[in-house]
């Protein structure tokens, strides 16, 4: 099966057939308890695990989990909190900073529409997509790292970067399956198809997938180190910010 774009439709709707039939409803994996909450999870998870954000807000938002308790906290107040993170100190700066725009221009909630959300310090397409999706306000994909290397594994898309990924899978996900693709990519990214050893032999979708023949069998053991190298670095999604 070779790598080809555009993808089969065919072959792209039984693959979120049957993401769908062993999920039917993912989301994020990161805790959060209002729209606040996830922005600021949200924020803080660039270049960082879903797991050490969880570790550090279920004690920051213990104590503050509205723009006018962060506020207060001001930067030398949250940086305790979040220091086990990477970026620390300017992911503080942002969210004191994006505090205190939504309560000084918005009323103290959270701007649910792109332009305004990502007018806030620190919040770049991405993670407004998150937050936008998560919430049910408009169907987004985020394409971080996960998404854009199972997109790419996939053939779902063949972009070098992540705007570009984020604009052929909305071409080619079926308009049913668009609010949830984001998450099932990311969950499929993080547990099965690995960045280094991908788990093909307990994949779902294995047979429908062009770039099994990578990792798995006789055709794995066949390809040089070179192409497994260039396979690879075509599927690392290049860093930003948000």
């Not at 198809?193 to 047979?207: F, G, H, L, V």
């Amino acid at each position: 099966m070779a790598l080809v774009y555009p993808p089969d439709p065919d072959r792209v709707e039984e693959i979120f057939r049957r993401f769908e039939k062993a999920d039917p409803n993912p989301h994020t994996e990161l805790d959060f308890a209002n729209p606040f909450t996830l922005l600021v999870a949200v924020a803080l998870s660039a270049q960082a695990t879903d797991k050490q954000v969880n570790k550090a807000t279920e004690k920051l938002f213990a104590v503050a989990d509205t723009p006018a308790k962060m506020a207060a906290l001001g930067v030398e107040g949250l940086t305790p909190y979040i220091s086990s993170i990477g970026l620390y100190r300017n992911k503080a700066k942002n969210v004191i900073a994006l505090s205190r725009i939504v309560l000084e221009q918005h009323g103290g909630k959270v701007p649910l529409e792109r332009a305004a959300l990502q007018a806030l310090p620190g919040v770049g397409r991405k993670t407004a997509s998150v937050v936008l999706n998560e919430l049910g306000i408009e169907p987004a994909i985020a394409v971080d790292t996960h998404v854009f290397r199972v997109s790419h594994r996939l053939g779902l898309a063949n972009a070098s970067t992540p705007d570009k990924v984020e604009q052929q899978l909305f071409r080619v996900v079926p308009e049913p399956w668009l609010t949830r693709a984001h998450h099932w990519l990311i969950l499929h990214g993080r547990y099965v198809c690995t960045a280094q050893r991908p788990k093909c032999e307990s994949c779902m979708i294995a047979d429908l997938c062009p770039s099994r023949g990578l990792f798995v069998g006789a055709a794995a053991g066949k390809a040089s180190p070179a192409t497994k190298r260039k396979a690879a670095k075509k599927a690392r999604v290049p860093r930003r910010k948000d």
